[in-house]
T-cell receptor, first 113, second 113 residues
Framework: SQQGEEDPQALSIQEGENATMNCSYKTSINNLQWYRQNSGRGLVHLILIRSNEREKHSGRLRVTLDTSKKSSSLLITASRAADTASYFCATVYGGTSYGKLTFGQGTILTVHP | DAGVIQSPRHEVTEMGQEVTLRCKPISGHDYLFWYRQTMMRGLELLIYFNNNVPIDDSGMPEDRFSAKMPNASFSTLKIQPSEPRDSAVYFC???????????FGPGTRLLVL
């Protein structure tokens, strides 16, 4: 399977702490995206990083991409209880049809107030 | 814009019955995706359309599944006959050519008894 793998599967932290989630994938990619899913809701796009980028920021989010290791990380700084959700990485593999996302299994983040 | 709209939000049916899930993409978006999410298999792409034309249906699990997009503002995913193993949350998402972010609907939670 080309599906990415994420770790940890679950992460529990206190409000104000930083949360780091990792994603690994198997073949070359065009871009990698991170999505958030609140319980019982649809996925919400957070950030996209292209294969020629190494780091990207958006508010309290920082994403890194290491294509040599085929891995990415998502850092949420100064976490809040509202950040409690599942986080998924999704990749667009090189050579695949436009828009065909392959999702990882996700990391369940719990932020305790 | 109201975002991607899916109906029904919840569906409970008995094995053997036909199930039709509906999706209205964001106005102006020219890509539409159908996903299925289960605990065991995670989030899987079933089929996607570009300008109402099916581009890739390799994720459709069986002939019992079919999808149509008769116009730019409406798509259906049909399961006939339904089976208990089809129980899952089905998401519809849309995106715009050149913009790789996908916008997800709230999902339809299907339970087949």
């Amino acid at each position: 399977s080309q599906q990415g793998e994420e770790d940890p599967q679950a992460l529990s932290i206190q409000e104000g702490e930083n949360a780091t989630m990792n994603c690994s994938y198997k073949t070359s990619i065009n871009n990698l995206q991170w999505y958030r899913q609140n319980s019982g809701r649809g996925l919400v796009h957070l950030i996209l990083i292209r294969s020629n980028e190494r780091e990207k920021h958006s508010g309290r989010l920082r994403v890194t991409l290491d294509t040599s290791k085929k891995s990415s990380s998502l850092l949420i700084t100064a976490s809040r209880a509202a950040d409690t959700a599942s986080y998924f990485c999704a990749t667009v593999y090189g050579g695949t049809s436009y828009g065909k996302l392959t999702f990882g299994q996700g990391t369940i983040l719990t932020v305790h107030p | 814009d109201a975002g991607v709209i899916q109906s029904p939000r919840h569906e409970v049916t008995e094995m053997g019955q036909e199930v039709t899930l509906r999706c209205k993409p964001i106005s102006g978006h020219d890509y539409l995706f159908w996903y299925r999410q289960t605990m065991m298999r995670g989030l899987e792409l079933l089929i996607y359309f570009n300008n109402n034309v099916p581009i890739d249906d390799s994720g459709m699990p069986e002939d019992r599944f079919s999808a149509k997009m008769p116009n730019a503002s409406f798509s259906t995913l049909k399961i006939q006959p339904s089976e208990p193993r089809d129980s899952a949350v089905y998401f519809c998402a849309s995106s715009l050519e050149g913009i790789e972010t996908q916008y997800f609907g709230p999902g339809t939670r299907l339970l087949v008894l």
